[in-house]
């Protein structure tokens, strides 16, 4: 099952082609875009379309190229009007399928400039603790004095690792810049895939070029 912190941003496929998927997720909001995650039922192509005022303005194919063929599905959605409304629909393979027939919703955030890096990251392995996890979806949020940082989220690279640049992450209303203390701060972790789940929470922490891994995490 998904953390709770994560029920919130989910909807479950509810055309017949998506009966045994997961998404899709809206993280990573920025002022000019955001990404689009979710699980597929079997392997195959996915993309988004991108709406505004019901008028189709952009198509995305996967972040690992648009001809992606797989159960996971990451795509970036950019080159968006900052604090504005969009809609967007699901396509997995020629199936276009989600929300009782009615598009889904997301809005960018203003325009924040970035700076610094810290940026955690860790390794995934499937139920055996042997093979790798590639291509399961990693969810992250960000804790400090109680409050958290709106949803992140990146994928497992064909290495088994993951890794995202959290300084920029965004408070929950995605308005300004989420705060990061090393110090007292502290990291959820939820990786899904349709091999299974692994989640974990612990301290905030910069990988250091690659000397500073998270415990590898095994699906369940």
């Given at each position: 099952?998904?953390?709770?912190?994560?029920v919130?941003?989910?909807?479950?496929?509810?055309?017949?082609?998506?009966?045994?998927?997961?998404?899709?997720?809206?993280a990573?909001?920025?002022?000019?875009?955001?990404?689009?995650?979710?699980?597929?039922?079997?392997?195959?192509?996915?993309?988004?379309?991108?709406?505004?005022?019901?008028?189709?303005?952009?198509?995305?194919?996967?972040?690992?190229?648009?001809?992606?063929?797989?159960?996971?599905?990451?795509?970036?959605?950019?080159?968006?009007?900052?604090?504005?409304?969009?809609?967007?629909?699901?396509?997995?393979?020629?199936?276009v399928?989600?929300?009782?027939?009615?598009?889904?919703?997301?809005?960018?955030?203003?325009?924040?400039?970035?700076?610094?890096?810290?940026?955690?990251?860790?390794?995934?392995?499937?139920?055996?603790?042997?093979?790798?996890?590639?291509?399961?979806?990693?969810?992250?949020?960000?804790?400090?004095?109680?409050?958290?940082?709106?949803?992140?989220?990146?994928?497992?690279?064909?290495?088994g690792?993951?890794?995202?640049?959290?300084?920029?992450?965004?408070?929950?209303?995605?308005?300004?810049?989420?705060?990061?203390?090393?110090?007292?701060?502290?990291?959820?972790?939820?990786?899904?895939?349709?091999?299974?789940?692994?989640?974990?929470?612990?301290?905030?922490?910069?990988?250091k070029?690659?000397?500073?891994?998270?415990?590898?995490?095994?699906?369940?």
């Open positions: 099952m998904f953390l709770s912190m994560l919130l941003f989910i909807w479950f496929f509810d055309d017949a082609v998506f009966a045994k998927g997961y998404g899709p997720v809206v990573n909001v920025t002022g000019e875009g955001f990404t689009v995650s979710w699980i597929s039922d079997v392997p195959r192509i996915g993309s988004v379309k991108i709406y505004q005022n019901n008028k189709l303005i952009g198509n995305y194919g996967d972040d690992r190229g648009k001809n992606y063929n797989y159960y996971t599905h990451h795509v970036t959605i950019n080159k968006l009007n900052p604090m504005t409304a969009y809609s967007f629909s699901i396509a997995n393979g020629n199936a399928g989600g929300n009782k027939g009615k598009y889904y919703d997301a809005r960018t955030g203003p325009p924040l400039i970035r700076v610094g890096s810290v940026q955690p990251a860790g390794r995934v392995f499937l139920k055996d603790g042997r093979t790798i996890a590639e291509g399961a979806l990693v969810y992250i949020t960000l804790g400090v004095d109680g409050k958290r940082s709106a949803l992140l989220s990146t994928r497992v690279d064909r290495n690792y993951w890794f995202l640049e959290i300084i920029n992450a965004r408070t929950e209303d995605n308005k300004n810049l989420f705060r990061i203390s090393l110090a007292k701060g502290d990291i959820a972790v939820q990786v899904v895939s349709q091999e299974g789940t692994a989640m974990f929470k612990g301290r905030i922490m910069d990988n070029g690659g000397k500073n891994l998270y415990s590898s995490m095994t699906l369940k």
